[in-house]
């Protein structure tokens, strides 16, 4: 559960962006759009909590993220909020699966390595696990994204042009993906995108102007 | 978990990886050696030299004398009379003396004629038979009866000189009598007997040469029909004064000098200590240039990681962790480096001591480990490795997350 208000964000004072309100429920899915230099990075960043805005109001889960320091909005961010990002990143020198316990370790200081391994089995990966993510294809690799993002049972998906590096079959495969799990695991699932594609899957829209 | 990503990240650039270990385990197994070399050297002249306050010998340089008579490590530089000798022998101030005459070796191994004082000065205890009490009967030293498989009863021809290859003097054969506990010091590697025997041996060695030119070896006893002579006294002194005054005193009323085992080797360890610094100083240079390559590798990495730290950010670490992941990094390379110094600096002391040994008689334990300097050793080792991570690690520390992820 998401919901902003008011929010805006300056770079410098030549930049100045004011962004819609906008509201994303439990097991929902928001997408965002617009063209280039609209800002729709800076909002997940915003959302994500790796920027502060300069005014306006950040929910999640009924708490305002604002009021919280740089340390707690690290943790916060870790327990709450899964981030999938538009190139897939990953700890090179570490396997698929300890890229994603890593995630858990990191949130909640326990490896949660069955959960992961349940989780990567459920998106295809089981044969993967113990790969460098280097040796996977990039569709491949991006459901390792998925998964690093589901981990900690985030109340919140931010997904950042997560298919602009797909072709047609994969990205309809993994925006579908990231809706039925939006579902199952009752995130509130906000994708930022200029992928016409994915304008076909999701109905609730926004677009960044 | 952040010490097992360090942990892989060290092995996932192996050839950087390696060079700074290289580089580590160069400088500080030089230095280590250089540690136990000086500490060891130290150590043993100290120990030699424990009960002598002065030595007598002929003029010339004192250190040599001092090398020759207390060290076994050097030719002496010449003969004195043992009537001249005797005179300062058997002052009021002299605890006690141990004349040395040298002449003949057995295999290389040195026969030196002396008293049974010479087992009271240096502690040694004979380990079997008894000591040495009439011409040719000889005590020999552990190594030897080791190496050479001797035994009491055994008995053997000597050779002249210091060299294994000289004429060999075969109208007397010596007789062990006895053969020394281990020691650990030179004696170990000595032939005892007393001064009369080398006196006689030549005596006879004369008669059968008479008419040949006899050429003067140093360290001989040559003629001893002109005087009875000998090598070398130690002397150890009741009178401080006498400490003092003799190596004056000495000299300039007869043809021997008195010369301090104390003061020489105190010149020899400070010559020797301008070689040991440079190398010291040559080995801290290696590992200067190990804190540069461990920096270098850490700064070209720093542009392709960025994202792997702004990962681990967004995935809830926070700027300390960064930091200390970075730190980790180069500290890990530091422990290994420095691990392995030391094991083959050990390694090298190892065959250092082996070759010591057989050209100067002179032993080092590698097993020894100095915790206080090898301590100081490892901090340092610590703080070149943090050093050279601080910058990349304040850059992953102070990394701008939204920044690093537009611009990907």
């Known amino acids: 559960m998401i919901q902003t208000e008011n929010v805006t964000f300056s770079y410098a004072t030549t930049q100045n962006f004011k962004f819609p309100d906008l509201e994303c429920a439990d097991g929902e899915t928001l997408l965002i759009t617009g063209n280039s230099g609209t800002g729709k990075t800076t909002l997940l960043h915003l959302l994500g909590g790796l920027l502060k805005p300069t005014s306006g109001t950040i929910t999640i889960n009924e708490e305002n993220i604002l009021k919280y320091s740089n340390t707690q909005l690290d943790a916060f961010r870790g327990k709450h909020i899964g981030m999938i990002l538009q190139k897939s990143f990953f700890i090179e020198a570490l396997s698929v699966l300890d890229n994603v316990v890593l995630a858990s370790w990191i949130a909640k200081g326990s490896k949660a390595t069955n959960k992961a391994l349940k989780i990567l089995s459920d998106l295809g990966l089981q044969d993967h696990v113990h790969k460098l993510p280097s040796q996977l294809s990039i569709g491949q690799q991006q459901r390792v994204n998925i998964a690093r993002a589901l981990i900690n049972d985030p109340s919140l998906i931010l997904a950042d042009e997560p298919t602009s590096s797909l072709d047609d079959e994969n990205a309809l495969i993994v925006a579908q993906l990231l809706s039925n799990l939006a579902k199952e695991y009752q995130s509130s699932l906000i994708v930022v995108t200029h992928d016409q594609r994915l304008k076909e899957v999701f109905n609730r829209q926004i677009t960044l102007s | 978990m952040i010490g097992k ?67 076994q490590m050097d030719a002496p530089p010449g003969n004195i009379l043992y009537t001249e000798a005797e005179a300062w022998m058997n002052k009021p101030m002299v605890e006690s003396a141990v004349p040395l005459a040298y002449g003949d070796n057995y295999l290389g191994y040195k026969i030196v004629g002396t008293t049974d004082n010479y087992l009271k000065h240096f502690n040694l205890n004979i380990e079997q038979g008894k000591v040495f009490a009439t011409d040719f009967e000889v005590v020999v030293g552990a190594n030897i009866a080791q190496n050479l498989g001797l035994k009491i009863g055994d008995t053997f021809f000597g050779t002249h000189g210091d060299a294994e290859e000289g004429e060999v003097h075969d109208h007397h054969a010596y007789k062990i009598v006895g ?94 200590g301008v070689g040991i610094m440079a190398l010291k100083y040559l080995a801290y240079g290696i590992m200067l240039i190990s804190g540069i390559s461990i920096f270098v590798a850490l700064y070209n990495t720093l542009k392709e990681r960025k994202y792997e730290f702004a990962l681990l950010r967004i995935t809830g670490a926070t700027k300390m962790q960064l930091l200390w992941l970075v730190l980790l990094e180069s500290i890990f390379l530091c422990v290994i480096g420095f691990i392995l110094g030391i094991i083959f600096g050990r390694v090298g002391l190892y065959f250092i001591s082996t070759s010591s040994q057989e050209e100067f008689k002179l032993a080092f334990d590698p097993f020894e480990f100095l915790w206080k300097e090898e301590g100081m050793l490892f901090i340092a080792t610590l703080t070149v490795g943090i050093i050279a991570a601080l910058i990349p690690a304040l850059k992953a520390y102070s990394l701008n997350i939204s920044k690093t992820l537009a611009n990907a």
Request: glycine share 4%; no cysteine; aromatic share 6%.
């Open chain 2, 179 to 272: 053969i020394l506990a281990h020691s650990g010091k030179v004696a170990d590697q000595l032939i005892l007997s007393t001064v009369a025997s080398v006196w006689h041996m030549h005596d006879h060695d004369h008669e059968g040469h008479a008419e040949e030119p006899h050429v003067h070896v140093e360290g001989e006893i040559h003629h001893p029909h002109e005087g009875k002579e000998i090598t070398a006294v130690l002397l150890k002194l009741r009178n401080n004064m006498a400490k003092m005054t003799w190596p004056r005193i000495i000299p300039q009323n007869t043809e021997m000098q008195a010369a301090s085992p104390a003061l020489e080797v105190n010149r020899l360890f400070a010559l020797f």
């Open chain 2, 5 to 71: 990503i360090a942990w892989k990240n060290t092995w996932f650039k192996p050839l950087n990886t390696f060079l700074s270990i290289v580089l580590l385990t160069a400088s500080v197994s030089i230095i280590s050696i250089l540690i136990l070399l000086q500490k060891q050297f130290e150590e043993k002249f100290s120990a030699s030299m424990d009960n002598i306050d002065l030595v007598l010998g002929a003029k010339g340089s004192p250190l040599q004398l001092i090398l020759s008579s207390v060290y």
